[in-house]
């Protein structure tokens, strides 16, 4: 379910309004605990941050010409998506997360490479995800980002 908007607040209203108040939270939980340097944005259908082209000018391998992806959130059919490129690169940062999870929640962790799926959106767990954010700076993702997947 793939949402186009012109600005984060229009996706949001575009999204189930039994969902809305939990993505709103979820959003300046990333937001409010990210390190300096990244940009939100609407990108892929989804509402994200990236690191900006005039950090990074590069930008993102896959589609040039655009800025370097690390957070995106989506409310999908069935569920809220949280996806963070750091656990996906970075083992370390995915054991953490794994190892930290049931201290945060009763459900199953229910996650993809770099994806974490909330079929619930009143249980997301927003401290853990505060932590998750705070955990790199854009600096860290360039660096990350070029080790794994720049050729």
């Known amino acids: 379910m793939q949402i186009y908007a012109e600005s984060i607040e229009d996706y949001i209203l575009k999204i189930p309004e039994e969902r809305q108040e939990s993505f709103r939270k979820l959003f300046n939980t990333v ?20 690191v900006p ?3 990074y000018p590069d930008g993102y391998h896959c589609s040039p010409g655009t800025p370097l ?3 995106n959130i989506a409310s999908q059919k ?48 927003f401290e853990l995800l505060a932590e998750l954010s705070k955990k790199m700076t854009a600096e ?4 990350c980002y070029e080790e794994n997947f720049k050729k």
């Open 53 to 55: 082209l005039e950090t």
């Open 31 to 50: 937001n409010d605990n990210l390190p300096k340097g990244f940009k939100g944005n609407v990108s892929y259908g989804m509402v994200g941050w990236a």
């Open 78 to 125: 069935n569920f809220i998506a949280f996806y963070h490129m750091g656990i996906y690169a970075k083992p370390e940062l995915l054991d953490w997360f794994v190892e930290e999870y049931p201290k945060y929640s009763k459900r199953k962790l229910d996650m993809g490479k770099s994806c974490v799926r909330f079929k619930k959106a009143d249980e997301i767990p």
């Open 140 to 143: 860290d993702w360039i660096q």
């Open 69 to 71: 992806p690390f957070i």
